[in-house]
């Protein structure tokens, strides 16, 4: 008598992918490294800070790589999204819930009551003092907790799309400006007393590094070093975002530069999937982000206009539309929302419906840019899978069907829908710039 047991033949298999023990040892691995992260959390004085932290990162960092190697290591080269839309963590499930109450309850506490972190931040401090020269605050836990997330989660998404040179490439990217020019250069530039100054990001993205109070204190206090800052933040938002916007599309920033990008791209992966791509989100999407835009560019002009000309009034109107701006936007959107919603509304929310960098960056790529999707609507055989993994939520599906270019604003040029296409459909291409032409595409 064969006492196996029965597989299933329902369509949503009720059991959980197989999981080796190598698997479960690396995720056990990864648990130790949460375990001592909470447990930090949770206190007030940290016995060992040099001891915990060590722990904590080395942990982390063995269990997710060995995870990864194990998940993918022996496979066959291409797409591996088995079970992607059944899993609880990739589909709004419980576990997908529970991640995202938990981003956002750090996110809360790393805005508003940053003493909650007193654990953490204490932990950090012999890692802030060796490369900062100076005691850990919270943005500095969270700048290596990003930095972290971007470098081991890119190494799993190298091993998962091993096959694809562009997102070889293009990940490599996004960690290392993370590293370098998000992380480790604005902390040296503490060590030497300069300004924390993030090269990769700047206006309208990081809205106050073109403020005159910011402007002020830069050439005030740093003398030809401030001078020059104020210079690159100028020259990168005005001249090389529609320059390399034109020769290359938003991608050039978006996918491969920004770290909002890079966190989106590695840690926000699993996530892609739950992008709406619905003709409402559509429409919400480009009244959201525009109005992101103008509310910045308000913002800017009246806290330029009050430095050239004090008043009462029109002082007040500046800082309380700067106010505003910070709170709405700067924490709870691109914060809260943008990265603690990844569960749920998926990983490029931010990007999507609120970041002003992306909306600049949209409006050149439509009108300006010879960055297109090509497609051959002969080869299409409607599988979706196009669509299902446009992390923006564009329906690329309905524009292969037809043949027609994609020219989005919104598209990021992740070229993940090229990458799970079976038949070679779409093909990411900078051509000629026909405004005639890009006015007829729908936006």
């Given at each position: 008598?064969?006492?196996?047991?029965?597989?299933?033949?329902?369509?949503?298999?009720?059991?959980?992918?197989?999981?080796?023990?190598?698997?479960?040892?690396?995720?056990?691995?990864?648990?130790?490294?949460?375990?001592?992260?909470?447990?930090?959390?949770?206190?007030?004085?940290?016995?060992?800070?040099?001891?915990?932290?060590?722990?904590?990162?080395?942990?982390?960092?063995?269990?997710?790589?060995?995870?990864?190697?194990?998940?993918?290591?022996?496979?066959?080269?291409?797409?591996?999204?088995?079970?992607?839309?059944?899993?609880?963590?990739?589909?709004?499930?419980?576990?997908?819930?529970?991640?995202?109450?938990?981003?956002?309850?750090?996110?809360?506490?790393?805005?508003?009551?940053?003493?909650?972190?007193?654990?953490?931040?204490?932990?950090?401090?012999?890692?802030?003092?060796?490369?900062?020269?100076?005691?850990?605050?919270?943005?500095?836990?969270?700048?290596?907790?990003?930095?972290?997330?971007?470098?081991?989660?890119?190494?799993?998404?190298?091993?998962?799309?091993?096959?694809?040179?562009?997102?070889?490439?293009?990940?490599?990217?996004?960690?290392?400006?993370?590293?370098?020019?998000?992380?480790?250069?604005?902390?040296?530039?503490?060590?030497?007393?300069?300004?924390?100054?993030?090269?990769?990001?700047?206006?309208?993205?990081?809205?106050?590094?073109?403020?005159?109070?910011?402007?002020?204190?830069?050439?005030?206090?740093?003398?030809?070093?401030?001078?020059?800052?104020?210079?690159?933040?100028?020259?990168?938002?005005?001249?090389?975002?529609?320059?390399?916007?034109?020769?290359?599309?938003?991608?050039w920033y978006c996918s491969w530069v920004c770290g909002c990008g890079a966190l989106a791209e590695t840690a926000g992966d699993s996530f892609r999937t739950l992008s709406d791509k619905s003709l409402s989100a559509w429409k919400l999407e480009r009244w959201l982000i525009h109005s992101v835009l103008v509310f910045i560019i308000?913002?800017?002009?009246?806290?330029?206009?009050?430095?050239?000309?004090?008043?009462?009034?029109?002082?007040?109107?500046?800082?309380?539309?700067?106010?505003?701006?910070?709170?709405?936007?700067?924490?709870?959107?691109?914060?809260?929302?943008?990265?603690?919603?990844?569960?749920?509304?998926?990983?490029?929310?931010?990007?999507?419906?609120?970041?002003?960098?992306?909306?600049?960056?949209?409006?050149?790529?439509?009108?300006?840019?010879?960055?297109?999707?090509?497609?051959?609507?002969?080869?299409?055989?409607?599988?979706?899978?196009?669509?299902?993994?446009?992390?923006?939520?564009?329906?690329?599906?309905?524009?292969?069907?037809?043949?027609?270019?994609?020219?989005?604003?919104?598209?990021?040029?992740?070229?993940?829908?090229?990458?799970?296409?079976?038949r070679g459909v779409l093909r990411l291409e900078n051509g000629s710039v026909d405004l005639m032409d890009r006015a007829k595409y729908p936006e």
């Amino acid at each position: 008598m064969n006492n196996q047991p029965l597989e299933s033949i329902s369509i949503a298999q009720p059991h959980p992918v197989n999981t080796s023990l190598r698997q479960k040892m690396a995720l056990a691995l990864v648990a130790v490294g949460l375990l001592f992260v909470l447990v930090t959390w949770a206190s007030r004085q940290v016995w060992n800070p040099l001891l915990s932290l060590t722990g904590s990162l080395v942990t982390l960092s063995v269990g997710t790589l060995w995870y990864a190697f194990e998940t993918y290591k022996g496979s066959l080269p291409g797409i591996k999204n088995n079970g992607v839309m059944f899993r609880s963590l990739s589909n709004r499930g419980v576990w997908g819930w529970m991640v995202g109450v938990f981003i956002t309850a750090f996110y809360v506490c790393l805005y508003w009551f940053p003493k909650m972190l007193g654990g953490l931040v204490q932990m950090f401090d012999p890692l802030s003092m060796f490369i900062r020269g100076r005691a850990a605050d919270q943005w500095f836990v969270y700048g290596t907790f990003y930095t972290l997330a971007v470098l081991l989660l890119g190494v799993k998404f190298m091993l998962k799309y091993r096959h694809n040179r562009y997102q070889q490439i293009r990940t490599i990217s996004v960690m290392f400006f993370q590293l370098g020019f998000s992380f480790l250069i604005p902390a040296w530039m503490l060590l030497m007393n300069q300004p924390e100054f993030y090269f990769t990001y700047f206006w309208p993205l990081k809205y106050d590094y073109l403020f005159p109070n910011t402007v002020n204190w830069l050439t005030n206090s740093y003398a030809h070093l401030g001078v020059f800052l104020v210079f690159w933040g100028a020259v990168m938002s005005f001249i090389a975002v529609p320059v390399l916007t034109y020769f290359f599309g938003k991608r050039w920033y978006c996918s491969w530069v920004c770290g909002c990008g890079a966190l989106a791209e590695t840690a926000g992966d699993s996530f892609r999937t739950l992008s709406d791509k619905s003709l409402s989100a559509w429409k919400l999407e480009r009244w959201l982000i525009h109005s992101v835009l103008v509310f910045i560019i308000i913002t800017t002009i009246l806290l330029w206009a009050n430095s050239w000309k004090q008043g009462a009034i029109l002082g007040e109107y500046s800082m309380g539309f700067s106010k505003t701006y910070g709170f709405l936007i700067g924490s709870m959107f691109s914060g809260v929302i943008g990265t603690g919603f990844y569960p749920i509304f998926g990983n490029r929310v931010w990007c999507r419906f609120g970041c002003p960098q992306a909306a600049l960056l949209g409006i050149f790529q439509k009108f300006f840019s010879r960055f297109r999707i090509t497609t051959n609507g002969g080869q299409c055989i409607s599988c979706g899978n196009c669509s299902t993994y446009c992390e923006m939520g564009i329906d690329v599906k309905s524009y292969a069907q037809r043949g027609q270019d994609i020219v989005r604003a919104s598209c990021v040029g992740c070229g993940i829908c090229s990458a799970v296409c079976p038949r070679g459909v779409l093909r990411l291409e900078n051509g000629s710039v026909d405004l005639m032409d890009r006015a007829k595409y729908p936006e």
